[in-house]
């Protein structure tokens, strides 16, 4: 799970360059006003890249914040191996 | 490169004193990916630019080409795919796949393929251009099974091909080669339908990088390597010489040695396009010079100079051959099929490309042939490569029949010519090229890209001299170039090369007479930076100047001419082109 975090602030730091590695794990959709749909699709791209896994259509509108994503991926994760 | 290293290089912040590389992308999809990638490798390819890269509207491939211009734009990035030729052809749009429109989908396809080569035109009389083709599969629009050709997509891949063509034979116009493309993308890792339809993006992030990558070498090509030393014994041939004898050497089908011919024949076409060959062999030299007589050589000896062969360490060869070529290590590639060998001329000298050559192996073979054209492949062939390894044959000769003379004395008997041309020609390549590739004789190192030397060359107040020279031992070209500004009496000179193979016949001393005399100037002002490899250049200042140059020194005509008094030997002919 340590890892799993780890690597997702590393891929929002890459897509968020001014969000500081320790804000990062608040941001959510909303109180960061630069995560618009352009930065949606390059956020999971970089996470499809990073943990080689595709992410389902149906899930994205729910991937809204940090700890919701970092949730998902745990599981997804953990069922894949 | 990942796209999320390609995102951590883009959201590094770019100092805003750098000059600015405006690039325009020009593409009919959203570039997303795409646009980090080309971002963040031209970020790393040109760190002393600031990189801007603007591009136009989704789907408007037309309107984006439509505004291009030279004033805001210093390379143009061109990606076609096959939905800017007709919105049917691409998954996004709903248009009709129905057999009745086909023939008005490929009438579609011939207008917009005109109006792209119009385009294009239009663009590459001011900008660079570097142009894809569409790189994705062609959607199952035909009413064929899909392993049948219709004549529907055939016909639009030879209505691209034709384009294509066409466009590579443009003035400034690069076009990628989808074979290199297609060997390191498979066609069906590239097209990514959700991501195409859910945003407009159509590239699998892999492939998207990797087409960065290729339309980046296009746009900037590198330094062509300028000689190849390469063994002899199982490597030029099968078989050690020493003990098979001239004739037991082999290249052929028939004794199974094949691959050497293979490698002779790209040498001998290297060599026939300006690359210097030599050859470091430890060997018996009389034997070897037997063996290169051999007619039946595919890369024959007179292509070859010079020939170590000796029983001495392989460096040491290297560096007569570097002497003899006068040439830095960093230029050339050393081919031998003994990694110890290898190892040797390496740490003797640093920055040698060292190739293992790949005995029986026939994969290895057929990488190694598209290594060395990568390695010295070059955008054109000019009258001077053609001239370069004769004239170097022809130095060595003159070096050994001028000991005892004079240099003065010598250079007044070989009848010297030199011609000097003022014009700012955009299309000559030649005074670019010896620009970019010229390290010992050259003012400040800089390289120019081909953006920022056509605006050089509109301006107004610059110059450009190109020196051409001949002597009784045979032309040297398009030999050196001077570049910069006049302003009033004083002359700025921002770029001043001349090739290392026209050393000692003072063709700098003449060049830098004749710059006063075209201008009557008063001084000069040289934007001299020493780097690690100007020595020449640095010590002809020294000497000009009779004190150790710095930033943009200053000598004055009055000095200049004392320094030319005793230096210049009679000439047979100027001439001014």
Known sequence: ?81 | MKLIEALRIVGEKQNSDLPALRVRLVCGFTPMHFQTFLQAKLRRSHPDQRVEITSGVYGDIWGTLGKLNAEDTEIAVVIMEWSDLDARLGLRGLGSWSPSVLPGILENVHARANEFRTSIERIAKSVPVAICFPTLALPPVAFVPGWQGSSFALEIRSTVASLSLDASRMRNVKVLDTQRLDMLSPLADRFDPKAEVFSGFPYKVTHASILADLLIRLTALPAPKKGLITDLDDTLWSGILGEVGLQGVTWDLEHNSHMHGAYQRLLHALSEAGVLIGIASKNDSELVTQALLRDDLILPGRSVFPVEASWGPKSEAVDRILKTWNISADAVVFVDDSPMELAEVEARHPGIETILFPKNDYQGLNDLLYRLRDLFGKASISEEDSLRRDSIRRAHQVDSQSSGKSLEAFLEQAAPEFNFDFSKHPADDRALELINKTNQFNLNGRRVSDAAWQNFLKQQDTFLLVTTYNDKYGPLGKIAVIAGRVRGKTIEIENWVMSCRAFSRRIEHRSIEELLRRFDADELILDFEATPKNGPLREFLADLMDSTPSSACTVGRDRILEYLSNRLPKVAEVAHG
């Open chain 1, 1 to 81: 799970m340590a890892d799993i975090r780890e690597r997702l602030t590393d891929c929002f730091a890459a897509v968020f360059p001014d969000v500081s590695r320790q804000d990062i794990p608040k941001v959510d959709h909303y109180n960061l006003a630069r995560w618009d749909s352009v930065a949606s699709v390059t956020l999971f791209a970089t996470i499809e890249e990073e943990f080689g896994l595709e992410l389902d259509l149906e899930d994205l509108p729910a991937l809204v914040s940090f700890e919701k994503i970092l949730s998902y991926l745990s599981t997804k994760v953990a069922a894949s191996s």
